[in-house]
């Protein structure tokens, strides 16, 4: 049974950083693609960062490229982001998502999400 749990969320100044992981359990992580999603009181989901399995290749919005990095340890079956420089606009609930193929996570047509962890900017 596919997995996703996410922590590491909080409440944070504007400029600072947080590190997001997504722990992964019920499948082999080297052969999935994991995305990052995010959604805003009153907004749509919004696709934020996707990494696929070995070699990887990564996607990031325009709206973290730069800021956020997303990297995925396949011994830990974790996969992180990290978001520096953080905004009172990347105020979100956080979510990971997982698949076997890339442009299924990209896109959020998949069916395995984690629960979400909470990310708020504000001084």
């Known amino acids: 049974q596919v997995q996703l749990v996410e922590s590491g969320g909080g409440l944070v100044q504007p400029g600072e950083s947080l590190r997001l992981s997504c722990a992964t359990s019920g499948f082999t992580l080297d052969y999935y693609s994991i995305g990052w999603f995010r959604q805003a009181p009153g907004k749509g989901r919004e696709g934020v960062s996707c990494?696929?399995?070995?070699?990887?290749?990564?996607y990031y919005s325009d709206s973290v490229k730069g800021r956020f990095t997303i990297s995925r340890d396949n011994a830990k079956n974790t996969v992180y982001l990290q978001m520096n420089s953080l905004k009172p606009e990347d105020t979100a609930v956080y979510y990971c998502?997982?698949?076997?193929?890339?442009?299924?996570?990209?896109?959020?047509?998949?069916?395995?999400w984690g629960q979400g962890t909470q990310v708020t900017v504000s001084s």
């Open positions: 998502a997982a698949d076997r193929i890339f442009h299924t996570v990209v896109t959020g047509n998949t069916d395995y």
């Open positions: 990494i696929s399995g070995s070699p990887a290749t990564t």
